[in-house]
């Protein structure tokens, strides 16, 4: 039913979440062996504490910068770069900050990270945005600095700060156009983001592709249930997309 539905759609668009990572090795957040089963996001991931103790802010995410490198884009990825070849994708609105989107083939000015990116550094104070293989050499004293002087940070979105307006705009009105939203890997319990299917036009369908049913299941017209990167390989090769 999926495929015919995605057949009979020229305005699809992807709204992604973790799950639709974790294939490629990169863990979730919540569930048992996520990133926060053994840290406290609050000790590490605020933006207080970058302020406050920036070494250890940075301790925590150094190692976490170079995801889109460490990782290769799996079936799910592919799958939305392939609906992006076959001209049916209006957009990626992704709660991921790995790139992976963009490493699969999905065109960066389609995908709209209303959580950041791991792929840039930013300065609070100016502004100024640096590609994270800058990292090691703004690095000062141990700790990244801008050309200004102040410490940056990842152009993620933390704890305590706002999800960035312009993605979030841009991803809103494209999810206000379309006539398809697929969910993929996605919770659906963190806001505002879990309200964004509710912005849909009246008669867009909404297919679920995740391993666990959401607060959206409901309203969905498909919810494909079980392994994400399988389900969304089984889509490409419907599509006529080989492995």
Same mark, same amino acid.
């Given at each position: ?12 668009? %992807? ?38 103790? /920036? ?48 490493? %699969? ?8 990270? =209303? ?15 640096? /590609? ?7 690095? =000062? ?10 410490? *940056?940070?990842? %152009? ?17 009105? %494209? ?17 505002? *983001? ?27 017209? =498909? ?21």
């Amino acid at each position: 039913m999926l495929l015919e539905m995605i057949d009979s759609s020229e305005r699809i668009v %992807a709204l992604t979440g973790a799950g639709i990572s974790t294939a490629s090795g990169i863990p979730d957040f919540r569930s048992a062996g996520g990133i926060w089963e053994d840290e406290n996001p609050m000790e590490v991931a605020t933006l207080s504490v970058f302020n406050r103790d /920036p070494e250890r802010f940075w301790a925590f995410y150094r190692a976490r910068l170079d995801v889109a490198d460490s990782y290769e884009p799996n079936a799910g990825h592919l799958f939305l770069a392939h609906l992006s070849q076959a001209g049916k994708l209006s957009a990626v609105v992704t709660q991921n900050i790995d790139g992976l989107h963009q490493a %699969a083939g999905v065109g960066d000015g389609l995908v709209h990270e =209303v959580h950041g990116s791991v792929r840039e550094l930013v300065c609070l104070d100016c502004q100024a945005r640096y /590609p994270r293989e800058c990292l090691d050499e703004l690095t =000062v004293g141990g700790l990244p600095r801008c050309s200004c002087g102040t410490i *940056v940070k990842p %152009a993620v979105v933390l704890f305590e700060e706002m999800l960035p307006e312009v993605e979030v705009e841009r991803g809103l009105s %494209a999810i206000a156009d379309c006539d398809l939203l697929i969910v993929i890997g996605s919770s659906m319990v963190v806001y505002p *983001v879990a309200g964004f299917p509710a912005q849909r036009p009246q008669g867009a369908r909404m297919a679920i592709i995740n391993n666990e049913q959401t607060s959206w299941g409901p309203e969905a017209d =498909v919810w494909l249930g079980g392994d994400i990167a399988s389900q969304c390989a089984a889509l490409s090769r419907g599509l006529g997309f080989a492995d």
